[in-house]
């Protein structure tokens, strides 16, 4: 996503001098939660990357995989 900000920030009509500071300021208040997570909630005691649990309920196909079902043949 990053990759095409810059592209979308030209459109907007944002100076790219204003480019790194507008990134920036998007993301501190997550760099804030984390660091708060770090230092002040008695996070884990090594670094790690936090992630939600999540469990799969879909259906699994197997290694071969899923083969493709064409919308209109769908039930």
Excluded: N
């Amino acid at each position: 996503m990053d990759f095409y900000t810059p592209s979308i920030y030209c459109v907007m009509g944002i100076d790219p001098d204003l480019f790194t500071p507008v990134f920036a300021v998007s993301r501190i208040s997550g760099w804030c939660a984390h660091i708060i997570e770090e230092k002040f909630a008695e996070a884990q005691p090594k670094a790690v990357i936090y992630r939600p649990e999540a469990e799969y309920v879909g259906r699994y196909c197997g290694l071969e995989g899923c083969k493709y079902v064409a919308l209109e043949k769908r039930e």
